[in-house]
């Protein structure tokens, strides 16, 4: 499942970013230093977020830094939700603690998409939600939001 290109996202769908933030604030989210990067004004507001980084000196103003997704985890272990939100390796990493899955799935194919989301495996996850397909009014791609729980 493609979901990057060159450091941005593919699609810039102004509800699934509205759903994004609706999920997200006050909560934790956990990302790669690369998405970190991606972002254009800084640390996201109202929300704790750890950047993962292998350099031990990078320095990401308004966000604590980890070396290591378990580093990251063990931040977050007293917090009811916390989010991890890219990019492809770090979902990679993430996939096996993860419980739940907030995806919006997008009816295209990117050819030069260049960051994928990891294999599901259908056997280890249920749908428990599931949107009406939508419209993207600027870009005209149609897509859906599902939510999956780990069984």
């Not at 810039?12 to 604030?25: G, V």
Request: charge should be negative; charged fraction near 25%; aromatic fraction near 8%.
């Amino acid at each position: 499942m493609a979901i990057g290109r060159g450091g941005d996202l593919l699609f810039h769908i102004s509800e699934d970013l509205r759903r994004f933030k609706a999920l997200t604030m006050g909560h934790p989210i956990i990302m790669g230093r690369k998405t970190f990067e991606s972002f254009p004004n800084g640390a996201l507001p109202g929300r704790s977020n750890i950047v993962i980084t292998r350099q031990v000196d990078y320095v990401a103003n308004g966000a604590e830094t980890v070396g290591s997704l378990q580093q990251a985890i063990d931040a977050v272990e007293q917090c009811d939700e916390a989010f991890v939100i890219g990019g492809g390796e770090i979902y990679t990493q993430a996939l096996p603690h993860a419980s739940k899955l907030y995806l919006t799935i997008i009816d295209a194919d990117v050819a030069d998409a260049d960051t994928f989301f990891p294999q599901i495996d259908p056997a280890q996850w249920e749908k428990i939600e599931e949107s009406e397909v939508k419209q993207d009014p600027r870009s005209g791609a149609t897509y859906r939001f599902i939510c999956l729980s780990r069984k």
